[in-house]
């Protein structure tokens, strides 16, 4: 069935370093994936998305890359701060439905 | 521009019971998505409502329906409440265009104790 694999569950970072979350579809008509990051207690906020027809976007320190060849996509935070700290969450979707599979998350620590 | 929000913001039941939950879309907004998230986990979609129409389904039992009102705005019913079913509850909402890229947009959830 549709499955989200994401990677690390937990990462800690020195702040100013860079963090990397990596997620795996196995659904190959997936064409669109959204990050989101939630705070403690709060609802998960839309950071950045990127669809299948392109390779990578870029939104000042965060960026996406999507392989689709791999089915593999990638969140890339650099310079991070203290704030960045939360539970980011991928998802995947595809034309014809209409739900979003989520990954389980990662729990960034900034450590100042 | 208002955001999507959700009432009430906590909730106790007792096993059994039954509960409705609300959703406001956001502005310009005509689909509702409804999630569970449990603690430490990802959201699991539920349903989506579009046109007044539940139009996908996610892996729930019939205990979990809802309805969308000609003003967009959603509700979820929960029947005959479990305790597996204490969650935060996440409403999300969007335009709908049939691509499957459209964006989901969050509101503060309903977090659903079941005691």
């Known amino acids: 069935g549709e499955n989200v694999e994401q990677h690390p569950s937990t990462l800690s970072v020195q702040e100013g370093d860079s963090a990397v979350i990596k997620c795996t579809y196995s659904d190959s008509a997936s064409n669109y994936f959204p990050w989101y990051k939630q705070e403690l207690g709060k609802r998960p906020q839309l950071i950045i998305d990127i669809r299948s027809n392109v390779g990578e976007k870029k939104d000042q320190r965060i960026a996406v890359t999507l392989n689709k060849t791999a089915k593999h996509f990638s969140l890339h935070i650099t310079e991070t701060q203290p704030e960045d700290s939360a539970v980011y969450f991928c998802a995947a979707s595809k034309g014809g439905t209409y739900k979003y599979i989520f990954g389980t998350g990662t729990r960034l620590k900034v450590l100042a | 521009d208002a955001g999507v929000t959700q009432s009430p913001t906590h909730l106790i039941k007792t096993r059994g019971q039954q509960v409705t939950l609300r959703c406001s879309p956001k502005s310009g907004h005509d689909t509702v998505s409804w999630y569970q998230q449990a603690l430490g986990q990802g959201p699991q979609f539920i349903f989506q409502?579009?046109?007044?129409?539940?139009?996908q389904r996610g892996n729930f039992p019939d205990r979990f329906s809802g309805h969308q009102f000609p003003n967009y705005s959603s509700e979820l019913n929960v029947n005959a409440l479990l305790l597996g079913d204490s969650a935060l509850y996440l409403c999300?909402?969007?335009?709908?265009?049939?691509?499957?890229?459209?964006?989901?947009?969050f509101g503060p959830g309903t977090r659903l104790l079941v005691l």
């Open positions: 409502y579009y046109e007044e129409e539940e139009r």
């Open positions: 999300a909402s969007s335009l709908m265009g049939g691509s499957g890229q459209e964006t989901q947009y």
